[in-house]
């Protein structure tokens, strides 16, 4: 958690700024602020993550590494702020069957837009059959799948 509050207190420092950035630039901006202990290393990866993330833009200035702002804010996830485990319950539901891991990463993967990993599949599989939405089948054999209960632990079908 403190390192978001501490790469949010370096972002909103930099944009007044306007010009290129450098980890330099970065460790004087935190040892004005509450971070006086940051060392260079630090200030490197909060400046290549917010790179990562769209807020700055990698650039060479005097044949060196430096970051400008980026024009303008970097959009959300289309699928941020929404529950996957949530809409997979639904679409169980609302499909019925059987539920491998395999469906369920198709389905994933159709709800996000992006690539799912098979072990967040088999995750989300699993917690929704440890609070009680799916049942599982097929333990001790080579298939294993899930199937919709008819109602959960609270009650709601």
Same mark, same amino acid.
């Given at each position: ?29 935190? %040892?004005?602020? &509450? $971070? ?31 970051? &400008?702002? %980026?024009?303008?804010?970097? =959009?959300?996830?289309? +699928? ?18 059987? $539920? ?5 990463? %198709? %389905? ?5 837009? @992006? ?9 989300? #599989?699993?917690?929704?059959?440890? #609070? ?12 294993? +799948?899930?199937?919709? @209960? ?6 709601? =079908?």
């Amino acid at each position: 958690m403190e390192t978001y509050a501490r790469r949010a207190y370096l972002l909103g420092a930099l944009t007044p700024l306007g010009t290129a950035v450098r980890t330099s630039d970065a460790l004087r901006i935190y %040892a004005a602020g &509450e $971070w006086k202990g940051i060392g260079r290393g630090m200030a490197r990866r909060d400046l290549r993550d917010l790179a990562r993330r769209g807020y700055l833009i990698p650039i060479v200035a005097a044949g060196q590494r430096a970051y &400008e702002l %980026a024009p303008e804010e970097p =959009s959300a996830h289309p +699928f941020h702020g929404r529950s996957l485990r949530r809409e997979l319950l639904a679409l169980a539901r609302a499909e019925g069957g059987e $539920w491998t891991t395999g469906r369920a990463r %198709a %389905a994933c993967r159709s709800l996000t837009g @992006t690539h799912v990993y098979r072990a967040t599949a088999r995750r989300l #599989l699993a917690n929704l059959h440890r #609070l009680g939405h799916l049942d599982r089948h097929g333990d001790g054999t080579p298939r294993c +799948f899930y199937t919709a @209960t008819t109602t959960g632990k609270d009650g709601r =079908s």
